[in-house]
């Protein structure tokens, strides 16, 4: 007895799409649940539907809407600058071609690295009074005092500067992503532009980039999931301080679970959260990458 | 890229440049000759010429590389100072006084050396996982492309979007409930949800890069479909399995959330001890960095030793959508 190709097909993905409907969606159905009810932190506790309740507090809460522009800030501020600096590299290696190779596989080693590591590293150089990045600029006579900017302690920065370690971490993937798709471009269209008269800036926004349109479509979606789903680092470095400063949305429901011992609510938040970001994903998704057009 | 000159190049002269030596252009090579190369060559398109250029560009990656570089080698030196050193005002890039202090430390603590055991059981469980679950899903994917296949990955990629903390709860009452409460197997289950839509992605990419005609013989020759896939598929694409192994393993390795969710004592992986350095005991900063070492060290050495595989399998996906 033979089964049918589509039958034994669907054998081969069945552990794998069991696996996922196991652990990851039915626990996000529990997840949805839980956002109707006043649950009590304590085990056994009262549980009591609210209906929309929580998503009513949810939206007049300052800290959620607050995180929730905050997280956006930090995702575009990380993407931003990830992308130029990506960027840059990736066409320095492209200019100097095969001799670069060996500096290229060092620009990797961030990569590996942990980010609750990062965020460790950064805070130790950024932190008042015997952070090195203060002292630095102070002795290149930049700063009149090394304390002179509380990279973590002030409100108006502090999102900035947690973002740095994720920025460290990753733009590496950008880097090597653009590299990539920079060696699919035909040198001859380049000397062609060239003979053509075009100079650098007309070569790299004419050319280069919408030749890389699809590459960095796909990387500016998969960091921009990372990016607005960033934990570690921000814990690390401010737990979300100072003053909720950089308390982005993944820190909110972290401490209105565990520390608020609000499950019902920061259901609720999640909830709302994971459809914010299925729909931008998708919008983006839509518009930029366009999977099937650009071929 | 700076370099506008006109005159096609073709490699040796580029590296005559980098030699220094004023490379002989190859005037024997017929111009249809010449455009093979370069099309064989894309890198040259925009591989930068003049050496006036090149060496602007080399001080310019020399810049980047100690800006980048700089930020592991100072918590390397760091653990490596005296625990006055190490909070000192100003700070000091070097060790005045260079000690294993700090390693002593770090490492005699107790539970540090059980969380390693820890971070290696939870990597290595969720690694097999991910493997064993994405290889038969990512070839039936590929190569058989029914439409439940094509639901099946943009499923998979969705489940990517998904933010740890929302899931993290949820799935740690799940495994009390089952009594795995604060074991490696739990957090690894946990890891694989993260790891193992990486891993379809990926072997996926590394499948279709197989000839069908392979298994088309193997199967001719009176190889079930199945033993196709292990006996001759398999061994082609050995090389991919070991990219979405140390991806897998890497994703596990420095996982932090659900390792700080879902685990208490017994199973406490190394991340959520670094970060409980800084609760617990104080800022011991000189600890701190010295176990950020040790954990980082060994997986920066792996990745490096295989980088051009690595190189590879991120680009992949990526490159190819």
Request: glycine share 8%; aromatic share 10%.
């Amino acid at each position: 007895m033979r089964i049918s190709d589509r039958r034994f097909a669907l054998y081969l993905m069945t552990p794998a799409a069991l696996f996922l409907a196991i652990f990851v969606a039915y626990p996000l159905f529990r997840l949805i649940a839980d956002s109707f009810f006043k649950i009590s932190p304590i085990a056994g506790g009262p549980r009591d539907f609210v209906g929309l309740q929580n998503y009513v507090t949810a939206f007049a809460s300052e800290a959620f809407m607050g995180a929730g522009w905050r997280t956006l800030a930090y995702t575009l501020v990380v993407v931003t600058l990830e992308f130029a600096l990506g960027l840059g590299m990736a066409l320095l290696f492209t200019a100097l071609g095969r001799s670069s190779q060996v500096w290229r596989t060092v620009f990797l080693y961030p990569l590996m690295i942990a980010p609750i590591v990062a965020g460790l590293l950064w805070k130790f150089l950024m932190i008042d009074n015997f952070g090195l990045i203060g002292t630095l600029l102070h002795q290149a006579g930049i700063l009149s005092n090394p304390n002179q900017i509380g990279w973590l302690s002030d409100p108006n920065i502090v999102l900035f500067s947690v973002a740095i370690p994720d920025i460290w971490l990753t733009t590496s993937f950008m880097c090597l992503v653009l590299f990539a798709g920079l060696q699919n471009i035909p040198g001859d269209l380049i000397e062609a532009a060239r003979l053509d008269g075009a100079r650098a800036p007309a070569l790299l926004f004419r050319i280069i980039l919408p030749l890389l349109r699809p590459v960095i479509a796909v990387a500016l979606v998969v960091r921009g999931i990372d990016a607005a789903r960033a934990f570690d680092t921000i814990l690390i470095q401010t737990n979300g301080g100072p003053q909720s400063a950089s308390e982005t949305m993944s820190l909110l429901i972290y401490r209105t679970m565990i520390r608020f011992g609000d499950p019902g609510l920061a259901s609720a938040m999640g909830t709302i959260y994971l459809l914010a970001m299925l729909a931008v994903a998708f919008f983006a998704v839509a518009t930029i990458w366009r999977p099937g057009k650009d071929n | 890229m700076s370099s506008r000159t006109a005159i096609p190049r073709n490699r040796a002269t580029t590296e005559g440049d980098v030699t220094g030596q004023a490379a002989q252009p190859t005037s024997k090579v017929t111009a249809p000759q010449r455009l093979r190369q370069r099309r064989g060559v894309n890198r040259e398109g925009l591989e930068a010429g003049r050496r006036s250029t090149r060496t602007i560009l080399w001080i310019l990656l020399a810049a980047a590389m100690v800006l980048y570089g700089f930020p592991f080698l100072y918590l390397l030196f760091t653990s490596f100072k005296t625990p006055i050193d190490t909070i000192a005002v100003p700070p000091t890039i070097l060790p005045t006084e260079w000690t294993l202090e700090n390693y002593a430390n770090a490492l005699g603590r107790s539970g540090v050396l059980a969380s390693f055991i820890n971070s290696v059981q939870t990597a290595i469980i969720s690694t097999l996982l991910s493997l064993v679950l994405a290889i038969p899903a990512a070839y039936g994917i590929t190569r058989y492309k029914t439409p439940s296949g094509r639901v099946f990955i943009m499923a998979a990629l969705v489940t990517r979007m998904v933010p740890p903390v929302a899931i993290g709860i949820p799935l740690a009452s799940m495994m009390s409930s089952v009594g795995l409460a604060d074991t490696p197997i739990a957090l690894s289950i946990a890891h694989t949800t993260i790891s193992l839509p990486l891993s379809i992605w990926l072997m996926s990419s590394f499948f279709e890069a197989v000839p069908r005609d392979l298994e088309e013989a193997a199967t001719v020759d009176g190889c079930s479909r199945l033993g196709a896939l292990w006996r001759v598929v398999i061994p082609v694409v050995s090389g991919g399995i070991a990219v979405t192994a140390i991806f897998a393993f890497l994703a596990s390795w420095n996982e932090f959330l659900f390792a700080l969710l879902m685990t208490a004592i017994r199973s406490q992986t190394t991340p959520v001890v670094i970060a409980n350095f800084q609760t617990q005991f104080g800022l011991d900063w000189g600890s701190m960095t010295a176990l950020a070492a040790v954990y980082s060290i060994p997986v920066i050495l792996l990745t490096l030793l295989l980088q051009r595989k690595i190189v590879a399998g991120m680009t992949l996906g990526a490159v190819k959508g």
